[in-house]
Nanobody, 124 residues
């Protein structure tokens, strides 16, 4: 079984940057594709970014493409999400997820394990 724990969220001004971390425990996720999703109050959870098991392939939602980067350090069993030029629309709880596949996906139902989330708030 895999447990995922996000960290790095907080309150940031518009235009600032954050790097979120997701540390996995229980077993290695080196064979698992990983994803980041986010959910704002009263809204559906939406895809942000995904990375293949080896880190060779990444894919981003249009809302963050060009100002974000997903990466992983399999030796640390950790995945990261860097977001620059933060906007108020980025305010949400950010979740990381792992799937039982090496291939990344932007589809929420493809993922098997989820973290508890970390709050990101971007002030106007």
């Amino acid at each position: 079984q895999v447990q995922l724990g996000e960290s790095g969220g907080g309150l940031v001004q518009t235009g600032g940057s954050l790097r979120l971390s997701c540390a996995a425990s229980g077993r290695t996720v080196s064979s698992s594709a990983m994803g980041w999703f986010r959910q704002a109050p009263g809204k559906e959870r939406e895809f942000v970014a995904t990375i293949s098991s080896g880190g060779r392939v990444t894919y981003y939602a249009a809302s963050v493409k060009g100002r974000s980067a997903i990466s992983r350090d399999n030796a640390k069993n950790t995945v990261y999400l860097q977001i620059n030029s933060l906007k108020p629309e980025d305010t949400a709880v950010y979740y990381c997820a792992a799937r039982q596949s090496a291939v990344g996906s932007g589809v929420e139902s493809h993922y098997d394990y989820w973290g508890q989330g970390t709050q990101v708030t971007v002030s106007s």
